[in-house]
């Protein structure tokens, strides 16, 4: 059809997706004359332009998800993108911590889940938003958002058309709707404009009843447009187009959006060009051998002339990511890889950087002033607000931290659940999403051989004998290294298990199973020793969701110190100490001044609480060497906890300190010389 023939009338009178079913002509209904015309929709489009309040609006859009964020600078972070000469923030939201156990949810009033408040901030900053609520997010995130609980429920596929799946997944959008659909444009100007369907579906699959199925859902749940995302080639436009809703694609634009134009030959998903995820920079993994991304001069050079072939002809774009932010706590996923047959993972580090224009503390970069410049010629002279200033980061000296507790010492207060089992139960078995999990065997009949940990590693698994480390197992490599041991009646054998991330990402074309269904951590199967199926198991659920508090005075849930001394082999344990932030710093009033990358630089690898928020994990390996410390959960006045959990502790002590320059770094991995 000519699109040119559709009167304002029409839109509105189809609006938001203006030719909804799968049939691609609306049909002709007489119009009302043009005299007593409506107010145009507050946002739709038509085969060339997105139209705010009937006007043209080209889309100039970055990435920044509210989760990977402290709540006290979201504004900053939003007022930035705004300077940068954004006018729109795409957001993902991460379903699994608005809903960590199954009918929980955990979003409203404060904190990093409050969604609805990030969005409310981005209109007041005078920036619309674009919505991509899942339920699957990719985003380098713990199973691409997914609760780990759908891995219990019987019968429940992810990403497909099974009823226990869709049910999950209408609840939590249907719930999500009821606090952010109040922020839709259609009602009293909010700033969501566009709300996606799924995430790079095509790329999983082609089951295009169950996208038709979330389509449903969502055009019942908001009024604004509906938009599909996708790689810009033909097999991943074919498997994610939804009928009635616009595509747009990913990656380079120029054969993105010539493939675009090509291969959706559905009317009804046709209309302006975005190009919803244009990559710069990217990830990091942990690994000796995978250094901090960054980009060239020749790949800045090239971000720029795709963005300005993109503005040249009023197309639109997103920028991924604007700032990425971090993964606190556990919240990074992994990528699947497969070798000779056998799958692996490369877990994402805690940074989620990217490299971005806005780096991961809130700082401006010299991408950034590239791209606002750039930015720039395609706007009205002045509209792009003055850059902003970088505040400095802090720093702190050298604390010496002293030993707190033995994890194994600790299980009757640090355990959240304990089961008596002849065969290993696996994490979700034990109701337990994150965190570790610690299996325990005790010797009946001496036997020896190569120790393998169930079907596979699921991640990282360190192998003790009797409390000494015997060799650690991890899914992070093709082959990983091999235990073998010696046991005898009574020994007590211990598999601890890291959660390292659920992978995020699988591709149809890329593998030969679908590493997103099976996402089961801690041991699945029998635990053999020379082919021997060891029967009998204690097995403690250990999210540690909270760190203990060892400091004296902290009050009467204090842990008790059980340990003296600390040898090289030694089971997980916590290290505790205070420190001071710099009384300059604190003087300026703000919580940006405060801002650090704390480092434990003999660490091997674990987690760091500050005052009780867990900044994430550490790792030798590299890249990532230090932790984003957020001012805001820093105090001023007086002394600052900090709880490091070492995994593979060294001795009696360990050191932090707060770093005033970001540094990168890979090392070699101590558990693996394969
Ligand atoms: C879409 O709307 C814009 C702005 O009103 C207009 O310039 C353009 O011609 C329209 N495109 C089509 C195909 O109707
Ligand atoms: C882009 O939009 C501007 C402002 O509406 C207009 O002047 C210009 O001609 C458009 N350019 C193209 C290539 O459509
Ligand atoms: C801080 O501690 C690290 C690790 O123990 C050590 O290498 C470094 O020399 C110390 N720095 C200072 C200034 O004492
Ligand atoms: C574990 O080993 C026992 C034999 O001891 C066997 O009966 C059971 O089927 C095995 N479980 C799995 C999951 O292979």
New binding site residues.
């Given amino acids: 059809m000519l699109w040119s023939q559709l009167l304002p009338c029409l839109l509105v009178a189809l609006s938001p997706a203006w030719a909804s079913s799968s049939s691609s002509s609306p049909s002709p209904t007489p119009s009302p004359s043009p005299t007593q015309s409506a107010p145009p929709p507050a946002f739709t489009y038509n085969r060339t332009s997105f139209l705010l309040h009937g006007d043209p609006f080209v889309i100039i859009g970055g990435q920044m998800d509210p989760q990977r964020i402290p709540a006290p600078y979201w504004r900053d972070r939003l007022v930035k993108a705004r300077s940068m000469g954004l006018n729109t923030i795409f957001s993902y939201v991460y379903w699994n911590e608005l809903e960590p156990v199954q009918g929980e949810w955990r979003g409203g009033a404060g904190g990093s889940n409050d969604v609805a408040q990030f969005f409310r901030i981005a209109g007041e900053e005078g920036l619309k938003v674009v919505l991509r609520p899942g339920p699957y997010v990719c985003g380098e995130r713990e199973w691409g958002g997914f609760p780990a609980w759908l891995g219990a429920v019987p019968g429940l596929t992810v990403r497909g058309g099974n009823g226990p799946f869709l049910d999950a997944a209408e609840r939590y959008l249907r719930r999500l709707a009821r606090e952010v659909a109040g922020l839709q444009v259609t009602r009293a100007g909010g700033p969501i404009v566009l709300v996606q369907v799924e995430n790079e579906y095509g790329s999983y699959g082609e089951d295009h009843a169950y996208t038709a199925a979330l389509r449903d859902v969502l055009k019942d749940a908001f009024e604004v447009p509906l938009y599909t995302n996708d790689g810009g080639v033909e097999w991943t436009l074919k498997g994610g187009e939804v009928p009635g809703v616009l595509a747009a694609i990913d990656g380079d634009p120029r054969s993105g959006f010539a493939a675009r134009d090509r291969f959706i030959t559905d009317e009804s998903e046709l209309g302006p060009l975005l190009d919803g995820e244009y990559y710069t920079t990217g990830f990091d993994t942990w690994g000796s051998g995978t250094p901090h991304a960054g980009a060239s001069e020749a790949q800045v050079q090239r971000y720029v002339e795709d963005l300005e072939f993109v503005l040249a002809a009023n197309n639109s774009i997103s920028v991924y990511m604007f700032h990425g932010g971090t993964n606190f706590g556990f919240g990074n996923g992994a990528l699947w890889k497969e070798a000779g047959g056998k799958g692996y993972t490369a877990a994402f580090v805690t940074s989620y950087d990217y490299g971005a224009p806005l780096d991961e503390s809130g700082r401006t970069t010299p991408l950034y002033e590239t791209l606002r410049e750039a930015i720039a010629r395609f706007v009205p002279a002045g509209s792009v607000p003055k850059a902003p200033r970088n505040v400095p980061l802090s720093g702190f ?2 604390v010496s931290l002293g030993l707190g507790g033995a994890l194994f010492d600790l299980l009757g207060g640090m355990a959240t659940g304990m089961r008596r089992v002849e065969e290993p139960v696996t994490m979700e078995q034990l109701g337990q999403s994150y965190g570790f999990v610690l299996y325990r065997h005790i010797v009946a009949a001496s036997v020896s051989g190569v120790l393998a940990p169930g079907d596979r590693a699921r991640d990282r698994v360190i192998v003790y004998v009797n409390g000494v480390r015997r060799g650690v197992i991890d899914s992070t490599y093709a082959t990983p290294a091999t235990v073998e041991l010696d046991l005898a009646q009574g020994d007590m054998l211990d598999l601890f298990v890291e959660n390292l991330g659920r992978v995020d990402y699988w591709s149809r074309e890329s593998g030969t199973v679908s590493a997103l269904e099976d996402q089961a951590k801690g041991v699945k199967g029998n635990v053999t020793v020379g082919g021997e199926v060891m029967v009998g198991w204690e097995v403690f659920a250990l999210p540690v969701e909270t760190a203990p508090v060892f400091t004296p005075g902290s009050g009467s849930e204090r842990a008790e110190n059980t340990i003296n001394a600390v040898v090289e082999g030694a089971p997980p344990v916590f290290f505790h100490g205070t420190f001071l932030v710099d009384p300059e710093a604190a003087a300026a009033g703000d919580p940006a001044a405060l801002d650090t990358f704390l480092a434990v ?2 660490g091997v690898k674990g987690v760091v609480w500050v005052n009780g928020f867990n900044l994430g994990r550490y790792w030798i390996v590299g890249p990532q060497q230090s932790l984003y410390l957020p001012g805001t959960v820093l105090r001023a006045d007086r002394e600052n906890e900090v709880v490091v959990l070492e995994l593979e502790p060294r001795g009696d002590k360990l ?1 932090v ?1 707060g770093e005033v320059e970001r540094t990168w770094a890979n090392y070699a991995d101590p558990d693996y010389d394969g």
């Fill in positions: 000296a050298n630089p003999d050191t300190f």
